[in-house]
Each structure stands twice: as structure tokens, then as C-alpha cells.
């Protein structure tokens, strides 16, 4: 030690100091979360933190979403809620990095299916007891817990019922003289006719891909009139090659290719580009699913195409076995709670208080954001779409329980997704996009 | 002050917390990335399985989408060596030659788009390139070409280039600033000297300037290609590697492969072939452009 000079003590002494420091800062750290740890109890605040995929939150089921927090905020003044929210694909990538790093969420949007799947897999959501959200209170509908449900247990609630429909502009269609497609010819004609015109017929959102798996399975429902099919495919009980519903299918989507029925800007449009298309009257029809409700309701649209809003049943095939009443519908969103919550109690209370029929599921109706999972009472106030989107629902003949590219691993889901828009960004033939797709399956 | 330094014990703790940053930061992740491209873990926290080298071999032999990514990614490290360098030098050599207020204006101009949030760039570009609403497609219309107008970034056989000029362009700056840089530091006697010889224009600078440049050029060309390697955010926010997998880059499929597809094993066998591959591509640029930097 004598030989040290000066300089080295200095910089030893610095050292230790620094490291002092650092040691103290983490030890303040962990007295500040204790301290949260206690104040569940007592009369300081507590604060949950809340992840959704709902940045909008003004109107639609963003606004319901919040409005329910804030009913709850107010019922109990000793907790706060963060809300943190970010559009639908930078938020199932950003909850894959908080479910890596464990972060302490509280309660979190989940996708059912493939994704809710890894979240079960790193242990990131909290197993749910179903006996407890029987009855009256909750008003679940019959089977809408299967996207949430791995290994017979729950992870998850749904939020809605979501299920897959055309949204069209009545004006376009009148002024245009085009009738609306109850057949998939119709649907090409229409397609026909409006690209005469210079109007983008059909709006998706092509840069997610998503849209293009949905259409699909869709298409498969109508030419088979069976809705497991394509599920058995994917659990491989049959092949692509086996039925020639999944040829006609990718034949249609060639068809849908070629007459150009998406608009041109189809392959970079996400959600919102893609919306924001057809809610400014530039294309007459958008491919989405029944969560769109509240764009009848929403003010910060243009009131003329509030008006002109329509929405009508995917068409049917003229030589296919499906009929419009069969319904591509599942429970897609949902709520989870995490598992490493710091406050897991007061997680609980407002989880359930959010998934209460007289909660989510009626703020979501009486808003006209959504059409719940669970049971609603008609108010007489309802939009005309919400009318006609309870009527789909209420005489669908069949429903299919399972989105089909969430119906496998998130491998099979990003694997077919990109087989898809392969097909719609090249001149693949439809055999060769039903190959893709068994290949997407037998790797899966 | 010498005899610190002479201490063993003095320099291992001066080095230490350096050493220990650079560990945890940068050996730590790649040697943990190591370990997770043996597996076949969906995430982390998930049930880890070892699966041996069979993600490098699938990598390797079985995944076009990768070639293709890597592919992708040296075509624009070659854009940027050809294309972009070329023209950066050439404006530096006129900005230079400009002199005055009308420099500094066109040296602010110039340096605009890396001021710029890539985001920005991303969504401004999207706009630009709309085929409805784009101003491309409008101006097309407007001077009688329709025939050329084109869904830019959303046709696969457009998008690769629409893509590479984007980048290409939103780094322009960059490269313009460090060659303005060189050229700002040659001394202005060489080229009077030049001229005294009856040397002028275009094969004063290619004799003169470039050559002392050399040094610049160099720097420059490591960093082109380990830039065009990593690049990710542009192509993330306009195409994600769409359409097609037509502007599907590297670090956009990595990234995909991890948090989309669950497949984190996969992904960090990816990452560690990224990581190969820009040492490769590093070493071979610095040995090509290992020469004496050239002395007047």
C-alpha cells in the first residue's frame, strides 16, 4: 500500500466512493417499491400499470377502454392507473420485449391464440379461474374463452366478439350506380366498376398482412361451408391438397389479385393508413372486422360518411357450400394480468371490475366502440351498424371459434402471412400459394 | 506520475470499470446470444431446449429469406459505395469551390434530412411515393409519363430501388459532411501548384483531391457497409420487407424472426451470423483500402 502514489489513491478512493453511491441508489430503489408494496392497505396510492393497444382514446373502444379506468379511478381514489398504449403491431412487438425483461405490467391487452401462447409459455400472464367469472356478474357468452384457453386453462378474458365483415360507402355505391355484393362475382364486378371509375374498390391493410390470412380463411368457409376445415388442415389432419375449397380459394384471391380490387397503395398500408382510406371516401370498401363498430359513432370522422356508413356479411361463391349466415368470427382481444405485477391484488380488483358485464362489455356497446363477449342489452339507441352487426352475430348459422393464422405457432402464423403477401405482391399461382401454405404448416 | 503507471495494480483498476462496461454491454449479450442460437427457445423465460447447430444449418441451407436479406443488404452497401460516396465527394469538391455565404447555405442544406427523425423521413417518403396521392406519381401525370407511374415502394419490382434511393439519400449528409471535411483540409497551395502546371477542372480534383482523400475514403467505405448491414428503422416504418420479401433486409428479418414469428432462438443464430458477417465485411473493406495514406 505504501508504494501507492497519490494519484492512485485518488482514483481508488474515487472508486469506492462511486461504487458507495451506486449501492446506495439501489438500495433507495428498493425502498421506494416496498413502500408501494405497503400503501395497497394503507392510504397512499397505488399505481397499476396498463398496457393496451388502443392509442385513440376519444373515441371508439380507446375512449370505452378509458372511460372504464377512469369510473374505476374515481371509485377508488387511492389507486392511479398508467396507461401506456401503442398501435396494434409496435404493441404486440413492445409486449414481447416487456414479457423478455419480465417487466412489472400490472394488467395487458393479449391477442388470443399464438401470441397469448408465448406469453403462457414465458410465464408472463396469470392463470384466471373460469368457475369465478360464471354468472350473472360477467355474462360471458357460451365457448368464447378458446383462444384464451392452453392446456384447459385460462390466461385470459376476451373483450369482444370479433368477426369479419365489409364496411362500405352507401354514397359511392349509389353515385356510382354498383350493386352491393351479396356473391363473390358481385364482388369482382364491383371491383370492375369502380376501378373504371379511378375509385380504389376495396381498402386493406396489406403491410400487416394479417387482413390477407383473415380473407382467406374466409373464402375457404364459403367454397367448403365448413368451418373446421381449414383448422384441420392446420392441425394437419388434412392437406391443401386434399380439398379443392383451399384451391378455389387461393383461385379467388388471384381473381382478387388481377381485377386490382385493393387499393394501389396496398402492400405499405397498415392499419391506420388503410382506414384512414376508406373513412375519407377514397375507396368504397374496407375488409375489417366487427371492432370498427364505433366509426358510426366516432366525430372526429366526416358526418357524411358517418351517414353513408354500411356494413354487409362477406359474400357467398355461387358454387360453393357456404352460406352468408356462416360467420368467421372468434374472440381475437382480450384482457390478461401479469404475473409479475408488483401489486397483484389491487391488479385483481380492477381486472375484474373491468371484465364486468356492466363495464367493458356495456361502455363498449352503449359507445357503439364494439360488440362484447359477453351479453348486452339493446338500448334503442344503437347506430344503424351496430344493428346490423348485432343481426350477423345474432343469425350467424355457424361460427368458426379460432382465427385460422392464429390458430398455430407464431412461427405458422408469420410463415403464412408472408406466403400471402408474396402472392399479392408477385404472379405466384394459386397452386403454388397452396404449397406455401402446407409448407407453413408441416414446419410449423 | 510515471510510477503510476508503472503499477500493475494501478492500471488494472484505471482499467477495470471500462473493461467491465465493455463486458456486460458487448461480450456479455453476444456471448448469451451464442447460447440462445443453440436453442430452440421462443422467448426468454421459455422452456429452453438445446436443438445443437440445426439453426445454423437451416440458416444456412434452408432459408432463402435470409440469403435474400443479406443479399438485400450488401446491394446497398454497394449503392452506397458507388452511388452515394461518389456523389458526396463531388459535392463536397463544389461546396467547397462555392466559397462564401452560398457554402454554408448549401452546407445546411445538404445536412437537412440527418437532422431529421428517421420516422419523419419514413412517413414523408410513404407520402411521396403514394401511388394515388404521391407527389411522384401526380408530377409523372402532370409531365405527360403516366405510363412510368408505379405503386413505388408497394410493387416488387420497384420497391428494392425506391428503397435504396431513400436511404441513399437520407444519408447523404453524413457523407457529404466528412468529405467536405477532407476537402476543407487540403491545402489550397496544391492545387494553385496544379494549375501553375496547367492542370484544371475535373482532372485537377481526380489527380489531387481524391487521392487525399484517400484516408476519408476508407473510414468511409467500413462505415457504408456496416451501416447498409445494420440498417433496420427506414425499412421497418415504410415497408417492413414488404412486398414479398422484396426489401427485406438483415436486421428487419431478425428482428420479425424474434418478436413476430417467436422464434428467438432462431433469431440470435441470425444475429450471430450478423455479427460474423460484419467483422468479414469490415476486415475485407479495411484491407482493400489499406494503403500509405498518400503525403505531398
Not at chain 2, 489550397?188 to 482523400?213: N, W
Request: aromatic share 12%; net charge negative; proline share 3%.
Amino acid at each position: 500500500m505504501k508504494r501507492y502514489s497519490k494519484l492512485a489513491r485518488a482514483s481508488i478512493l474515487t472508486l469506492a466512493i462511486a461504487s458507495v453511491g451506486s449501492l446506495a441508489a439501489c438500495g433507495s430503489d428498493n425502498g421506494s417499491s416496498t413502500s408501494d408494496n405497503n400503501s395497497g392497505s394503507g392510504d397512499s396510492k397505488v399505481t397499476l400499470r396498463f398496457f393496451s393497444n388502443l392509442p385513440d382514446r376519444k373515441s371508439g373502444q380507446g375512449l370505452a377502454e378509458q372511460t372504464v379506468i377512469d369510473n374505476y379511478v374515481k371509485a377508488n381514489p387511492n389507486v392511479k392507473i398508467d396507461v401506456e398504449t401503442l398501435a396494434e403491431e409496435p404493441f404486440k412487438n413492445k409486449l414481447k420485449a416487456y414479457m423478455s425483461s419480465n417487466e412489472p405490467l400490472d394488467i395487458t391487452m393479449v391477442h388470443g391464440g399464438a401470441e397469448l401462447n408465448t406469453l403462457v409459455q414465458a410465464g408472463y400472464v396469470t392463470e384466471l379461474d373460469p368457475k369465478q367469472y360464471e354468472g350473472e356478474q360477467y355474462n360471458f357468452l357460451p365457448g368464447v374463452y378458446k383462444s384464451f384457453t392452453f392446456n384447459d386453462k385460462l390466461y385470459g378474458l376476451p373483450r369482444n366478439s370479433d368477426y369479419e365483415v365489409i364496411y362500405y360507402n352507401k354514397k359511392l355505391f349509389a353515385d356510382n350506380g354498383v350493386k352491393v355484393p351479396t356473391t363473390l362475382g358481385e364482388l369482382l364486378d364491383a371491383a370492375k366498376a369502380f376501378r373504371d371509375k379511378g375509385i380504389a374498390p376495396m381498402s386493406i391493410n396489406g403491410k400487416d398482412l394479417w387482413s390477407f390470412g383473415e380473407m382467406y380463411q374466409n373464402l375457404v368457409l364459403r367454397y367448403s361451408g365448413n368451418q373446421n376445415l381449414i383448422l384441420d388442415a392446420i392441425d394437419k389432419k388434412t392437406k391443401f391438397a386434399d380439398d379443392e375449397s383451399f384451391l378455389k380459394a387461393a383461385q379467388f384471391l388471384g381473381q382478387v389479385r388481377d381485377a386490382k380490387m385493393f387499393q394501389d397503395s396496398f402492400m405499405t398500408a397498415d392499419y391506420g393508413a388503410s382506414q384512414n382510406m376508406f373513412t375519407q371516401g377514397k375507396a368504397a370498401m374496407w375488409y375489417m372486422g366487427s371492432w370498427e363498430a364505433g366509426m358510426a359513432t366516432n366525430e372526429a370522422l366526416p358526418e357524411e360518411f358517418r351517414q353513408n356508413l354500411g356494413v354487409v356479411k362477406f359474400p357467398v361463391a355461387e358454387d360453393g357450400k357456404g352460406t352468408l349466415d356462416d360467420l368467421l368470427a372468434w374472440n381475437g382481444g382480450g384482457y390478461a394480468m401479469v404475473s409479475s405485477s408488483k401489486h397483484p391484488e389491487e391488479a385483481k380488483k380492477f381486472f375484474d371490475y373491468l371484465m364486468s358485464a356492466n363495464q367493458w362489455a356495456k361502455t363498449a356497446w352503449d359507445t357503439g366502440a364494439a360488440v362484447p363477449a359477453q351479453k348486452y342489452d339493446l338500448t334503442g339507441s344503437e347506430s344503424e351498424v351496430q344493428k346490423t352487426l348485432t343481426d350477423i352475430l345474432v343469425n350467424a348459422a355457424s361460427t368458426s371459434g379460432a382465427s385460422a393464422i392464429d390458430y398455430g405457432t407464431p412461427k405458422f402464423k408469420d410463415d403464412i402471412q408472408n406466403a400471402l403477401g408474396k402472392f399479392f405482391s408477385s404472379k405466384q399461382s394459386p397452386e403454388d400459394l397452396l404449397s406455401a401454405l402446407q409448407t407453413a404448416v408441416d414446419n410449423q | 506520475m510515471h510510477r503510476v503507471f508503472r503499477n500493475k495494480t494501478a492500471i488494472f483498476l484505471f482499467v477495470a470499470p471500462g473493461m467491465l462496461l465493455f463486458a456486460l454491454t458487448f461480450l456479455v449479450p453476444i456471448i448469451v446470444s451464442g447460447y440462445y442460437s443453440f436453442t430452440d427457445t421462443l422467448a426468454p423465460g421459455t422452456k429452453v431446449t438445446m436443438v445443437g447447430f440445426d439453426n445454423y444449418t437451416n440458416l444456412l441451407f434452408h432459408d432463402e429469406r435470409f440469403w435474400l436479406a443479406l443479399r438485400n443488404a450488401l446491394l446497398l452497401g454497394i449503392g452506397f459505395i458507388v452511388i452515394q460516396h461518389p456523389i458526396c465527394i463531388f459535392f463536397a469538391i463544389l461546396l467547397d469551390r462555392l466559397g462564401g455565404k452560398a457554402e454554408k447555405i448549401f452546407r445546411t442544406i445538404f445536412f437537412i434530412p440527418c437532422v431529421i427523425s428517421v420516422v419523419v423521413i419514413s412517413k414523408m417518403w410513404l407520402s411521396l411515393l403514394d401511388p394515388t396521392f404521391g407527389m411522384l406519381n401526380k408530377l409523372l401525370d402532370l409531365v405527360g409519363l403516366d405510363s412510368l407511374k408505379h405503386a413505388w415502394l408497394g410493387e416488387s419490382s420497384t420497391a428494392l430501388g425506391s428503397m435504396l434511393f431513400i436511404l441513399i439519400w437520407a444519408g447523404f449528409g453524413w457523407g457529404l459532411l466528412f468529405y467536405y471535411a477532407g476537402v476543407k483540409g487540403i491545402s489550397e497551395d496544391l492545387y494553385e501548384a496544379a494549375q501553375l502546371d496547367g492542370a484544371s477542372g475535373f482532372r485537377m480534383h481526380l489527380k489531387i483531391t481524391v487521392p487525399l482523400l484517400k484516408p476519408v475514403i476508407a473510414v468511409q467505405l467500413t462505415l457504408a457497409i456496416i451501416t447498409a448491414l445494420k440498417q433496420m428503422e427506414t425499412v421497418f416504418l415504410t415497408t417492413n420487407g414488404g412486398p414479398g420479401d422484396s426489401t427485406q433486409f438483415l436486421a428487419v428479418y431478425l428482428y420479425n424472426k424474434a418478436f413476430s414469428a417467436s422464434q428467438y432462438g432462431y433469431a440470435n443464430a441470425i444475429s450471430v451470423l450478423f455479427v460474423i458477417v460484419c467483422l468479414l465485411a469490415t476486415y475485407l473493406s479495411n484491407r482493400l483500402t489499406r494503403n500509405d495514406a498518400t503525403d505531398f
